[in-house]
């Protein structure tokens, strides 16, 4: 039987947000349908393709399958919220200056998932970046104009040591 629904709060990009429903209901759900983060990008919904990643305690995670209430108390990032008062994350603004996104759908998984790879591996050879991406698909074929991005927001990184461009 489907768990009853119940007021779940969540701390998203800093703030805390409360919804209602089932425990079980995916993080993904929430952040689009309640909170009305629709960055998070729903597709596969199998936890095969990385656009709906999103960071959990600094972990960039699938947030298709992941149930809310598994992560009550955890602190969540989404796309909206990697910018700084306005200012773009590194990553973001890499992905910008590169041109690193056709369609976009798959591109707010990629940002996150690299820009959890830059804060733990600040100079991350390409074999790396490579590993770290490889479960996110793109079906528009934008890899090298990203790979391009991601080694530009890591030397953006290493020359501003705010992370800030
Ligand atoms: S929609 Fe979550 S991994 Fe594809
Ligand atoms: S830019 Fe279209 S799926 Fe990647």
Not at 60 to 75: D, I, K, M
Not at 113 to 134: G, I
């Amino acid at each position: 039987m489907k768990p009853a629904p119940r007021q779940i709060t969540l701390k998203v990009n800093g703030q805390v947000r409360t919804c209602t429903a089932a425990p079980d209901t995916p993080l993904a759900y929430l952040l689009r349908n309640d909170l009305g983060l629709t960055g998070t990008k729903f597709a596969c919904g199998l936890e095969q393709c990385g656009a709906c990643k999103v960071l959990v305690d600094g972990e960039a995670v699938p947030s298709c399958r992941l149930p809310a209430a598994e992560v009550e108390g955890c602190q969540i990032t989404t796309i909206e919220g990697l910018a700084d008062e306005g200012e773009l994350h590194p990553v973001q603004q890499a992905f910008v200056d590169e041109q690193a996104a056709q369609c976009g759908f798959c591109t707010s998984g990629l940002i996150v998932a690299a820009a959890a790879l830059l804060e733990q591996n600040p100079e991350p050879t390409a074999a790396q970046v490579k590993e770290a991406l490889a479960v996110h698909i793109c079906r528009c074929g934008s890899h090298s104009r990203v790979l391009r991005a991601i080694r530009r927001a890591a030397d953006m990184m290493a020359t501003n040591g705010d992370g800030r461009p």
